[in-house]
């Protein structure tokens, strides 16, 4: 009996030890796993942060880009606007130069293709920062595509008001005035005059998105140390 007993709290103990040695054995392999799950995590969210600020730094160029032609357009138009009420005596030199400031405006190009990628991966909340989250959306959901409504509505204007009647009386490639008395048209005059508005409007669309844009920049550098 006494034999038995011995054997019983043997074998309770060993079981014991057992259990103790598998828990801690378990414990360390769901740390471990845990700790390169985050690790794995972490490479991927840089991944895209890095991949998104490249994004964003193009779209800061064309931003720049944009806000420079928008300014060259608005003097063009303002100085058009005063030879064109000034009426006799036109310098056709001068007339050509600021005619000409009006060109088809290259369409502005969202660079937004790794955001895009991130949210459809299912992965958005990888990327830890709340606040960093917060400004992405801002800038890609909000800021750019108001840059784009923004400067259809311009370059639709061009397109119906500015457009056509410069082709008509102008060819740029002879560098030869044609109907040169369309100019003067009251109704084409006053679409000058409105242009810069529009500009001005577009500008200060550009002007919010890059100044975003650069913030948003130093908030992925700092997420990224």
Same mark, same amino acid.
């Given at each position: 009996m006494s034999r038995l007993s011995t054997n019983s709290r043997f074998s309770w103990g060993y079981a014991l $030890?057992?259990?103790i040695l598998i828990t801690i054995g378990i414990s360390l392999a769901f740390v471990l796993s845990s700790w390169n799950e985050r690790r794995q995590e972490r490479k991927l969210e840089q991944f895209y942060l890095n991949n998104i600020k490249g994004d964003v730094e193009q779209s800061i160029r064309l931003l720049e880009y944009h806000l420079a032609l928008d300014s060259s357009q608005v003097t063009g138009a303002q100085r058009l606007y005063e030879l064109l009420r000034?009426?006799?005596g036109v310098d056709r030199d001068s007339l050509r130069i600021y005619l000409n400031s009006?060109? $088809?405006n290259p369409r502005f190009k969202v660079q937004d293709y790794n955001y895009q990628s991130l949210l459809q991966s299912g992965n958005y909340k990888i990327v830890?920062?709340?606040s960093l989250r917060e400004t992405m959306d801002e800038f890609f959901l909000d800021l750019i595509p108001n840059v784009v409504i923004t400067e259809g509505y311009f370059l639709d204007r061009l397109d119906t008001y500015?457009?056509?009647?410069k082709e008509r009386i102008y060819i740029a490639y002879s560098n030869s005035f044609q109907n040169i008395s369309g100019l003067f048209d009251p109704f084409f005059i006053d679409n000058v005059f409105?242009?810069?508005?529009y500009a001005s409007q577009e500008m200060r669309q550009l002007n919010r998105a890059l100044i975003a844009g650069k913030a948003l920049v130093e908030k992925i550098q700092?997420?990224?140390k």
């Open positions: $030890t057992e259990i000034e009426g006799s009006f060109n $088809t830890r920062n709340d500015y457009f056509p009647v409105v242009i810069p508005a700092g997420e990224l």
